[in-house]
């Protein structure tokens, strides 16, 4: 921050921070979290990010990298995860982690008759997984039935830690809607504690998938003229 006040002396107000931080801030002043003290944003792209939000303030933490939701440990010994650490949430529900559930269930069931079998790791996506699920596909249903799972518990034990209003989704793989938010909500509420049970909302984001960065950005800087 003191290099960016140093190279920016005009701006009386700069803020910095990660984008899932900044979209949870966005969905606070622009978004479906409007009038809530207490939510958390998950954001599903090529990674797993969070931003957590008590009492109104978003949570940094004492070094400013509080809220890496992602990188709790699902299944210990797992997946490598992009972090270099292994067993992470972000390993199996991010779009790429998706990605590697579809392969491993065309390997698992010698799916040569799947929608999928036809595309490379490289040139498959989390939208074709959709496309195919939509037309039926078992493995393709069974991606979003296994991430749903993954997700639902890591939502859960966000809801142990923070015991939020609500959880928003946000990034390409909500665009699936209930093939992704059924089975979530549904592994959530297997992995909640009873005092916790059908009380925790899970929304998709009502940011705009193209804006979100910008305007949490903005809603960020004006959080801290409030101060």
Known sequence: MDLLKAEFPEYTYLALTNDANAAAIGEMVYGGAKGMKNFVMY?????????????????????????????????????????????????????????????????????????????????????IIYEAAVKGDKVALEVFELTGNYLGQGLADTVHHLSPEAIFLFGGPTAAGDYIFKPTIASMENHLLPIFKDKIKVLPSKLSMGDAAIVGASALVWKEMEK
């Open 43 to 127: 954001t599903l792209g090529t990674g797993v990010g969070s931003g957590l939000v008590v009492n109104g303030d978003l949570v940094y933490g004492h070094d400013g990298f509080a809220g890496e939701c992602g990188h709790t440990t699902l299944i210990p010994g797992g997946r490598l995860c992009g972090c270099g650490a292994k067993g992470h949430l972000e390993a199996y529900c991010s779009a790429p982690g998706m990605k590697r559930t579809a392969f491993e269930l065309l390997a698992q069931y010698n799916a040569t008759d799947s929608l999928l079998a036809k595309y490379s790791f490289e040139d498959m996506t989390s939208k």
